[in-house]
């Protein structure tokens, strides 16, 4: 669950979202209209003036303000950001291992990861030895590998060619499956893919919210004149 209510007034934005547990939301919006700075508070990277809110799956992260490693959230961006002299394997285990967990158990942990998004083979590989759209399965690999609760994803296909964008989001949609999800995305198939719900932002606030195909059936909502042109 994501409860928010929270502010930057330096980039004159205010957001009020309340999104369920277990669902995946859509933030889309033109440029400039704070879907970033949106992620940026959600993932702990952005701390919001005082006064403001963000309860995360029933925590309150914003007063006291909660650091990203403590949040019980994933970020994943459309750069990969693989440390270039680790292989997939010890990129996928990263997180594991930096959370405690002793490295044979984290290395088999996100073998299986790996296994499961199609790139076993490629375990011993270093990041430039593997293609955008194989980095982008390691980073989500390791993105879940530790269990978040919640997952964010910036953007994540924006640098994928056609092809690999179709493969990454099955991927995708089983990853989010069991989880609280927030996508930004600028393409409607995206939506279609994987989001329950949308979010569109407007002068830095949410100004039109709810369940995909409820807006997709309604002339008026903003989902529509955004993507469909009417």
Do not use: C
Not at 161 to 183: C, H, M, P, Y
């Amino acid at each position: 669950m994501i409860d928010m209510h929270a502010s930057l007034q330096e980039r004159h934005l205010t957001f009020d979202l309340k999104h369920s547990a277990n669902r995946t939301l859509a933030v889309i919006g033109r440029n400039g209209t704070g879907k970033s700075s949106l992620v940026g508070l959600l993932s702990g990277l952005l701390v919001p003036d005082k006064g403001g809110s963000i309860v995360l799956d029933g925590h309150e992260v914003a007063e006291p303000w909660v650091g990203p490693h403590k949040r019980p959230i994933t970020l994943l961006s459309q750069d990969p950001t693989l440390f270039p002299h680790l292989s997939a394997l010890d990129n996928a285990s990263y997180g594991l291992r930096a959370g405690g967990m002793n490295k044979a158990e984290a290395r088999e942990r996100a073998r299986q990861h790996l296994e499961d998004f199609g790139i076993g083979d490629l375990v011993d590989r270093k990041p430039h030895q593997m293609s955008g759209g194989q980095q982008q399965r390691v980073a989500l690999a390791r993105a879940i590998a530790v269990e978040p609760k919640i997952l964010l994803l910036d953007e994540p296909l924006a640098a994928m060619d056609v092809a690999a964008a179709v493969q990454l989001r099955e991927l995708i949609k089983k990853a989010l499956s069991g989880r609280t999800g927030v996508v930004v995305t600028h393409d409607m198939a995206d939506i279609s893919s994987f989001a329950d719900d949308v979010a569109v932002l407007v002068g830095g606030k949410v100004s039109d919210y709810g369940p995909v195909q409820e807006k997709l059936n309604d002339e008026n909502s903003m989902l529509r004149k955004y993507f469909l042109g009417y």
